[in-house]
Structure formats: C-alpha cells, structure tokens
C-alpha cells in the first residue's frame, strides 16, 4: 500500500527542526547525512528549508561567521540581529515560526514577487534602489529588512545590478547556495534539476551552502556551479563569456560551440514555434552565434544553410533534417 503523501505544514516543521540544530552547534556525520538524506527526497524540502533559514535569525551558526570576512563587511550582518536562542526555548519558538512559515514567505509584510512569463525579459528597480533583470520564464521574491535584502529565486535566471549599503547585506536564495554582497552586479540561475550558477561581472560576491559556510568568494569575471548537493565548482571567464551569458538581457541567443539539440531547447523557452530535430546526428552537431531568441525560424533557416542540412515547417513546428 503507498504511504500518504507528507504534508506541507509536516515539511516546513521538520525544517525549523533542522534549522534549530544547526543554530545549537556543528552537525555531526550522522546528522549531516541526514539533513542531506531529508533534502534529497523531496524537492519541497529544499523551499522549507530555504524558508526556514530565512524567516529565523541564526546568529550563533559558526565561529568563522563572528569575524570580519575578506569582502571587508562583518559577516554577523548575513543574519537578523535575534539574540542567540537557547535550547530550552525553540519549542515556543518554533511554533511561532511555523505559523509564518505555513503563512508563506511570499505573503509575509513587505514581501513583492517579480515574475515574468514566457519570452518576457523585465527590469524592476527594488526598493532599495537595486535593480533586478529577469529572464525569460523566471520569478523570485523580494524581502527587504532593517538590516538586510534578501530574495528567493525560485526559478529562472536574474541579474543584479546591488545598490550599495555595507551595513544591509544583498542575499540571493537560490537552492542549494546563497550569493551575498553589498555592492555590485552579478547573475544568478536556477533550473528544474536544481542546479544553481552564479556570475559576477562587477565587486565582489560570497558563496555560502546550506550549511552556512562560506565556501568561495568570486570576483569580477568568475563563475560558481552548484549542483542539488551544493557540490560547487568556480571558474574564470573571459568578458566575452560574461557576456555572452548574459545576452539574453537584449533578447538574444549566444551560442559558442552549443550543439543543435542545446540551441533548440533554449528557442524553447522563449516562445513560437518548436524546433524539432529528426536526426539525433544533426542534433549533435555544434553552432556558434549570435541570434534572436523571438525569431526560431530565422536560426533554423540560418542552422539549416551552416550545416548543409534542410529546415521545413510542419504542424506548427520547425523539422531540421
């Protein structure tokens, strides 16, 4: 017989559970394997958890969070100013938190939410006079405190140009990492299988897991991967990468040795026709260049020419063959 499905209000409690062990000290083997074990076997977790994190102040997270960190802000200032929370106490506290929590990050005072739909690319200018780009298919929430900025990119692909203000940290939730800074502009994506990548163009940006640990610092040019297990990779990029990332902000496609079945499924998320590929062969093979993301049939024309094959359409859809 199937087990009955885990409730939400059952997830976001068990989150506050393991956001009170972290604030009570160091996890051990065995507890962090599970926290692991628990995120892992549900995609919903990893939203309670995030929530959890956000909602309450833990300040007693580690010892390395006390001093000042080589981004030259106090790292104290990634959290609420709560006073440290004794054991005895998280119970009641708990229980308050869990009512915020099942109430929904996104519905809490001062909370906005910035979506755009499909082939839509927005600029918003926040509160705080930062500006935040979404790409096509992307939503995040905005939550601005006293003493910190934090928002939630729940899906999609956003750029942050951070007005700077050292003594409110700029926190980008994105699954298994934060991206925190006070001044300067990077991107961030993340995708269905939870992956997260962050970019900087500008200033300096802190990488932070799950955990609460700064696990990099990137500079101008530098890129984090971070995979659902917050395993991550940093790497430089030359300007032109930089760029190329991020030409989608003029509504193009840059492609630079993308195979054709890559450049279709990005067509994909900004609308029109769909680009089917008949030959896994043709598929394979790679393009370079700069496109229009609202214009398929014009790539699939141009494809079709560079790689000496046939561009049809068919049943609204556009077969490379």
């Known amino acids: 017989?199937?087990?009955?499905?885990?409730?939400?209000?059952?997830?976001?409690?068990?989150?506050?559970?393991?956001?009170?062990?972290?604030?009570?000290?160091?996890?051990?083997?065995?507890?962090?394997?599970?926290?692991?074990?628990?995120?892992?076997?549900?995609?919903?977790?990893?939203?309670?958890?995030?929530?959890?994190?956000?909602?309450?102040?833990?300040?007693?997270?580690?010892?390395?969070?006390?001093?000042?960190?080589?981004?030259?802000?106090?790292?104290?200032?990634?959290f609420w100013r709560w006073p440290s929370i004794r054991a005895e106490r998280?119970?009641?506290?708990?229980?308050?938190?869990?009512?915020?929590?099942?109430?929904?990050?996104?519905?809490?005072?001062?909370?906005?939410?910035?979506?755009?739909?499909?082939?839509?690319?927005?600029?918003?200018?926040?509160?705080?006079?930062?500006?935040?780009?979404?790409?096509?298919?992307?939503?995040?929430?905005?939550?601005?405190?006293?003493?910190?900025?934090?928002?939630?990119?729940?899906?999609?692909?956003?750029?942050f140009d951070v007005a700077k203000d050292r003594e409110r940290p700029f926190v980008v939730h994105a699954g298994p990492i934060d991206a925190i800074a006070v001044g300067t502009s990077f991107s961030v994506t993340r995708d269905r299988s939870g992956e997260a990548v962050v970019t900087v163009?500008?200033?300096?940006?802190?990488?932070?897991?799950?955990?609460?640990?700064?696990?990099?610092?990137?500079?101008?040019?530098?890129?984090?991967?971070?995979?659902?297990?917050?395993a991550t990779s940093v790497a430089k990029l030359t300007t032109e990468d930089v760029n190329r990332e991020l030409a989608w902000r003029s509504h193009m496609i840059a492609l630079d040795g993308d195979t054709l079945t890559e450049a279709a499924e990005k067509f994909a998320r900004y609308g029109g026709p769909p680009i089917v590929i008949a030959d896994k062969a043709v598929g394979s093979r790679t393009l370079s260049g700069w496109f229009a993301a609202d214009d398929p049939r014009g790539f699939a024309r141009a494809a079709a020419l560079s790689l000496g094959v046939r561009a049809r359409e068919k049943e609204n859809s556009i077969i490379i063959e």
């Open 1 to 78: 017989m199937m087990e009955p499905r885990e409730t939400s209000s059952a997830i976001e409690a068990a989150a506050i559970g393991w956001v009170a062990k972290l604030d009570r000290g160091p996890l051990s083997e065995n507890e962090s394997a599970a926290l692991d074990a628990w995120l892992t076997s549900d995609s919903r977790r990893r939203g309670a958890f995030a929530r959890a994190q956000a909602v309450m102040a833990l300040a007693d997270r580690s010892r390395a969070l006390r001093q000042p960190d080589s981004l030259g802000w106090d790292a104290r200032k990634y």
């Open 90 to 159: 998280w119970p009641r506290v708990a229980v308050v938190a869990c009512i915020a929590l099942l109430i929904g990050w996104a519905a809490l005072p001062g909370a906005e939410t910035i979506a755009t739909q499909r082939g839509e690319i927005r600029m918003a200018v926040l509160s705080d006079g930062s500006r935040a780009t979404l790409d096509t298919k992307s939503n995040l929430v905005v939550r601005f405190q006293r003493s910190r900025r934090d928002v939630e990119l729940l899906e999609g692909t956003a750029l």
């Open 201 to 230: 163009r500008e200033g300096r940006v802190a990488i932070r897991d799950r955990k609460g640990r700064i696990t990099h610092i990137l500079t101008a040019n530098m890129t984090a991967k971070a995979d659902d297990e917050a």
